[in-house]
């Protein structure tokens, strides 16, 4: 069994993040850039079922230039076979479809009985390039799922929603996103990272994928941001320490905001 | 004139409230923009929502009733939506943003080529284009954005509005559904409901009360559980209760957990590290109940509380209580 998973480098939840003045989009220089937290869970999920079924895992990431570095190669060093970057100036700005676009194009170039994405991403948070991949790819597109199982050329999952959760059952080929509780993931030997770093990502551009450039980037984008502003930092409310009466003033605040 | 459609996300019929959120937005952005407004109602159980619908004004309901929307996963609606709109010309349809309304808008945008924008929290018309704005970066950053061309797909963040009556007149227009074989190919097996007592839903609820490491167990979220519920409030967890296996993962706040904004959070002995609060900053009031005067979370509460949550906690609930009663 075959699996891509789809995996995207973003800043440091914890860095300071910088944007272009002129195009909004992420000055990435300027922040420590990790794998999007997320996606490390739907590479656990590949590399368990390559331990159950046998077959290759590729990773696949679209970012500039070096984008391999934080996310693909971290996937390697865990134990996937072989990464690919799409990576060409063209892209730059691309919005959320765009990047399903993209990776749809990179995907056909690949034999594969199951892609696994990440439910969503921490910078943009859209969870929209897992469902806009499988409408054009054809292909069945299982989002937010918690627990997975594949039998012959079905697969089964439980897909979180409001207050429970939904038992889906599809054939694959088809395409996933994972969200964190469905597997725990393991740690990089240090044997796995000295091996990654011998084995080769494959570097392939717009034109290699036959990419229309009317479809990506800022131009091809059918979104664009007008205006981003730091969040203006909160004002400490009152603080109060409880003296025996403290859930009193609280019950007052409450109720004086008419939440009771 | 163009039409603006609220999607309405619906359990069988009983309409989600962040439904009339929306078609209170969508009233006001169709007065604004000179369009005509209209409701679109997928999978079964229309009559049940018929009532309110009118209570919040919509003027046209498009009905597109089928067991087969409910029975197998997104295609099927897609299907049915792309026809309408292919028909109709909507330029603004308006989605709930979570996962069911953002699976429905991605795969009809990627289908039709339109713009699509996610986590909306507020909008408003320049000329005939809609400016939206989100938060990115966990709540670091507000950036607006616009969709170059029509229709406009726009999903909108449960309680970034609050719902408004404005009774009206219902026109019903049934929709013929004629789902493709092609359309079913992933099928609900079953929905199992976990949610004890008519708890609401992190992802929806108006108040949500959290809990963290500081409750040192188990079975104490049951000092969580009786605050939200006197205040019908969804019980939310940090990841370090989560991943000791406190509570489940469905419950978690934070950047690998749900993003939420409700009208009031309260954190229970939770310490506010940055991924917990790239996931709830941008609630709109924040309550801090922690022993450690210096804890994170304080810099972000509207009213903080230092204090034991073993006695402010239940005592709080007991307050609460009696006030609701008298
Ligand atoms: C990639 C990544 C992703 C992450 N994603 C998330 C996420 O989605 N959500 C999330 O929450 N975290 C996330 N984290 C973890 C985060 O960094 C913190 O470790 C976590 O939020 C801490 O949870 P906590 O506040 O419950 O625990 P702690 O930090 O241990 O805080 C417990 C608090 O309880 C207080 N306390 C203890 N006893 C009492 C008492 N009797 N009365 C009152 N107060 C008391 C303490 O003073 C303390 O402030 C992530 C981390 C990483 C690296
Ligand atoms: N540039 C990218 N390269 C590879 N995968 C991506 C990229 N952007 C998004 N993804 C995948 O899509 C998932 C959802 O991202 P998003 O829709 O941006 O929230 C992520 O968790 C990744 O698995």
Known sequence: ?260 | MGEIWTILDHDRGDLKKVSLQMMTAARKLAGELGHDMAAVFLGSGYDAAKDKLGRYGAVTVYVAESEDIDGYLVQPAVEALARMVEEKSPDVLLFASVPMGKDLASALGARLGAGVLADVVDISADGDRLVCTMAVFGGAMNTTCKIKDSPQIVCVKPNAFVAEEAPGEVREERIEVSVSDEAKKARVVERVQQEAGGRPAVEEAAIIVSGGRGLQGPENFRLVEELADVLGAAVGASRAAVDAGWYPHQHQVGQTGKTVSPQLYIAVGISGAIQHRAGMQTSKTIVAINKDADAPIFGLADFGLVGDLFKVVPALTEELKKRKGG
């Not at chain 1, 990790?34 to 590949?46: F, L, Q, R, T």
Request: proline share 4%.
């Open chain 1, 1 to 260: 069994m075959n699996i891509v998973v789809c995996v995207k480098r973003v800043p440091d939840t914890a860095a300071e993040k910088k944007l272009d003045p002129n195009d909004f989009t992420l000055d990435r220089d300027s922040v420590e850039s990790i794998m999007n937290p997320v996606d490390e869970y739907g590479v656990e999920e590949a590399l368990k079922l390559k331990e159950a079924h046998g077959g290759e895992v590729t990773i696949l990431t679209m970012g500039p230039e070096g984008a391999d570095k934080n996310a693909v190669r971290k996937a390697i060093a865990l134990g996937a076979d072989k990464g690919v970057l799409v990576t060409d100036d063209r892209l730059h700005g691309s919005d959320a479809l765009a990047t399903a676009y993209v990776l749809a194009l990179a995907l056909a170039q690949v034999e594969f009985d199951l892609c696994i994405l990440g439910s969503e991403s921490t910078d943009a948070r859209t969870s929209l390039v897992p469902q806009g991949l499988g409408q054009l790819m054809g292909m069945t597109a299982l989002t937010d799922v918690k627990q997975l199982e594949v039998k012959d050329d079905s697969i089964t999952v439980q897909r979180e929603e409001e207050g429970g959760y939904a038992v889906i059952e599809a054939k694959l080929p088809a395409i996933v996103s994972v969200v964190k509780g469905i597997n725990e993931p393991r740690y990089a030997t240090l044997k796995g990272i000295m091996g990654a770093k011998q084995k080769e990502v494959q570097v392939l551009s717009g034109d290699d994928l036959g990419i229309d450039p009317a479809m990506v980037g800022l131009e091809g984008s059918k979104t664009e941001v007008t205006e981003a502003t730091p969040r203006p930092p909160k004002e400490q409310g009152e603080l109060v320490k409880d003296e025996g009466e403290g859930h009193v003033k609280l019950a007052d605040f409450l109720q004086q905001n008419k939440f009771i």
